[in-house]
Nanobody, 124 residues
Framework: VQLVESGGGLVQPGGSLRLSCAAS????????MSWYRRAPGKERELVAA????????TYADSVKGRFTISRDNTKNKVYLQMNSLKPEDTAVYYC??????????????????WGQGTLVTVSS
């Protein structure tokens, strides 16, 4: 049972990255999937979440209009497309099926599992 993130790296301000998260060992399509991030010296924050069938999404105000979360239940994967990246987006990004401190979609199903994280660095 695991979540494995990939796609992080170093990018210049204004650039783009696409993070991927591959799920295995559980019924991926049943659960909300989210991306969180933790920047140096800051608390973990919810970046984006998507419901089990992909019908609903939610974003942190700081990334609205720049980031897009999506999922492919046939491949057991969730993605985070990040455009117009800013230095303040620098963080370790985590994929999760857990509800976190506050469920992004109350009433939906969650599964307590976190990935190991992937580092995104936005710098010139």
């Amino acid at each position: 049972v695991q979540l494995v993130e990939s796609g992080g790296g170093l990018v210049q301000p204004g650039g783009s990255l696409r993070l991927s998260c591959a799920a295995s060992g559980f019924t991926f399509s049943r659960y909300v999937m989210s991306w969180y991030r933790r920047a140096p010296g800051k608390e973990r924050e919810l970046v984006a979440a998507i419901t089990s069938a992909g019908a609903r999404t939610t974003y942190a105000d700081s990334v609205k209009g720049r980031f897009t979360i999506s999922r492919d239940n046939t491949k057991n994967k969730v993605y985070l497309q990040m455009n117009s990246l800013k230095p303040e987006d620098t963080a370790v990004y985590y994929c999760t099926s857990a509800p976190g401190s506050r469920s992004p979609f109350p009433g939906y199903k969650y599964f307590e599992l976190w990935g190991q994280g992937t580092l995104v660095t936005v710098s010139s």
